[in-house]
């Protein structure tokens, strides 16, 4: 199982990216999946993450309201959508797969395929 992870860039305050995230090696549609971040200096944390069908969604409360994740199980990709950009969401962002049914997860230990991350550079 891979997650390759892309999107990131540089880009000023207030702008937006589209950050996608493709898993081959296994059925898509079956897991659960999320998006984390680290930040220089700082633990990885929970972003965003989204049930096997889309029904059911969860995000950060320093997210809500800018970031959106969906899912495209015919493309086995999961998007995080991110507007309205700001200088504190600068990190690496990781998409990660939860391979057991269940509820939707933040804690990282829940997740257990990994991509290689995508930087994300806000400037003020």
């Known amino acids: 199982v891979q997650l390759q992870a892309s999107g990131g860039g540089l880009v000023q305050a207030g702008a937006a990216l589209r950050l996608s995230c493709v898993l081959s090696?296994?059925?898509?549609?079956?897991?659960?999946m999320g998006w984390f971040r680290q930040a220089p200096g700082k633990g990885r944390e929970f972003v965003a993450a989204?049930?096997?069908?889309?029904?059911?969604?969860l995000y950060t409360d320093s997210v809500k309201g800018r970031f959106t994740i969906s899912r495209d199980n015919a493309k086995n990709t999961v998007y995080l959508q991110m507007n309205s950009l700001k200088p504190e969401d600068t990190a690496v962002y990781y998409c990660?797969?939860?391979?057991?049914?269940?509820?939707?997860?933040?804690?990282?230990?829940?997740?257990?395929?990994w991509g290689q991350g995508t930087q994300v550079t806000v400037s003020s």
């Open positions: 090696g296994r059925p898509f549609s079956s897991y659960a």
């Open positions: 990660a797969a939860d391979l057991h049914v269940g509820s939707l997860y933040q804690e990282i230990h829940e997740y257990d395929v």
């Open positions: 989204i049930s096997w069908n889309g029904g059911s969604t």
